[in-house]
Structure formats: C-alpha cells, structure tokens
C-alpha cells in the first residue's frame, strides 16, 4: 500500500527529508540542466523536486489515487492531478520529461505504470526513474518513504525499463549518507567522497532512459555517471552549452 500524501509532506519536511531534497535536486538538476520549451511530468510524488523545472514550458505533477493528491503549487494555478496510475489521462508522446519519484516501489502493477510513461513520452524525451536500492541502507529504515514496497537493484530496474520498450541510457547513486539524524550535516561530504574509496551502494538508484532506437545495435551496459561532474546528461530538443560532456552508451 502506498505511503499517503500527508506522511510524503510529513517526512519531506523533517531534516532528513530537506537533505534528500537537496541531494537529489541537485542531481536531478545537474542531469536536466535545460528544460526550456519542454513539457515535464512528474508521476508519483515528485513537487520537492520540481522547483528545478520552472523553466520548463509545462509542468505537470501526477497523483496516484492511493497516495491521494495536494494542492501543488501553492497559491499558483493548481498542476497536479489525481490519477489512475494504470491509465493516465494524457495524450500519448506528450512529455518531453518524465520524473519518476515514490512511484515504482510501492505501485501494486509497476510494470503497467512503466508502460503508461512509456507511452506518454515523446520520441526524443527521457525519463529517470528514482527508486530505493535493494543493497543501500535506506530501503531498510522504516522512518522514511524509502523503507516501504519493493526496492530494486540495478539489474532489475534496467530489466524492467526495458520490460517497458525503453533503454536504460545512464545510472547513478545517491543518498551514501546513512538515515541517521546525527550525520546529516556530513552529507555533502559523504556523498562527494564515500563512492570514491568504498564501493558502497547508496540508497537510492537514479536511472535515465529513452525510446529504443530503431536500428538494431549491440545491446551495453549504461555507463555510470559520475556524481561530482555537472552536466552529464543534455536534455534533447535544446542546444548543448559549450563544454557539456555526455557519454552515449
């Protein structure tokens, strides 16, 4: 069952909830570092995130009827959504984005969900998935939205992207830093450093995915990204800035 809308904003506004705001903003943000003129989705519960696609042309954040729905953005002209997550009420190929947070581990149909992105992303779009790691310490600490539903690891998520007609493009850790209160004000350095001199799993995977190509290729690995550079992965539909670097897998 799905953690409720009220026990999301309850723990996204604890200490532990604002640094995992901010770590994995920052990622997400450094991944997409360009969204003008594109249309983004957010299926799950992904508004403690969204603040870094303002720019965007639209952006729409989708509700799963057993999570329940907020009022988002405050105050502004209401763009979230109370959804079937196994038929979501979009035209297909629309989004040039797709965010997805507290999505997949608790949906009583994963696979029918991905599909459902699947479907609603446009021929050049992206789509990361944010999930709980299967090895990493935060999948196992019932105090947050990660302990709960089924984690994954990163063999099983790319099988279930591709599983959903996609291929997994790149991937990433976050969140090194123990769920403990008393280390928080370390994370930034946990998180620049640990991956570096310990082969830990952190607690959540970020995987990026596209649209198959057409043309039959050798099938690799997506490569990993490496946390400290900016700009690892440029957004389609806008000009690369000078200087960008992007591995193609």
């Known amino acids: 069952m799905r953690r409720t809308v009220e026990d999301l904003n309850s ?25 003008r003129g594109l249309d983004v989705l957010s299926i799950g519960y992904g508004t403690p995130y969204l603040v870094h696609f303002n720019e965007a042309r639209r952006v729409i954040q989708a509700m799963p009827a057993q999570q329940g729905a907020e009022i988002w953005p ?17 035209p297909s190929a629309l989004f040039d984005r797709i965010l997805m947070v507290h999505a997949l581990e608790e949906s009583q149909s994963p696979q029918n969900l991905l599909l459902e992105a699947s479907r609603l992303l446009s021929p050049n779009g992206k789509l990361i998935l944010v999930v709980a790691a299967r090895g990493g310490l935060w999948a196992h600490v019932e105090k947050t939205p990660f302990g ?14 591709r599983q959903a007609e996609l291929e997994p493009m790149a991937w990433s850790h976050a969140l090194y830093v123990p769920p403990v209160r008393s280390l928080l004000r370390w994370a930034k350095t946990i998180e620049k450093i640990v991956p570096h001199i310990w082969p830990l799993t952190g607690g959540l995977i970020l995987m990026e995915a596209g649209r198959r190509p057409f043309v039959a290729t050798t099938v690799k690995a997506p490569k990993p990204l ?14 690369a800035p000078a200087g960008r670097e992007l591995e193609e897998v």
């Open 11 to 35: 723990f996204y506004a604890t200490p532990e909830g604002q640094m995992v705001r901010e770590l994995v903003g920052l990622r997400l943000r450094d991944q997409w570092s360009d969204v």
């Open 74 to 90: 405050s105050g502004l002209k209401v763009r979230s959504a109370l959804v079937d997550e196994e038929a979501l009420p979009f």
């Open 226 to 239: 490496i946390p400290e550079l900016r700009d690892v992965l440029a957004p389609v539909g806008a000009p």
């Open 148 to 161: 709960y539903g089924l984690p994954y690891s990163r063999g099983q998520l790319e099988n279930a992207v």
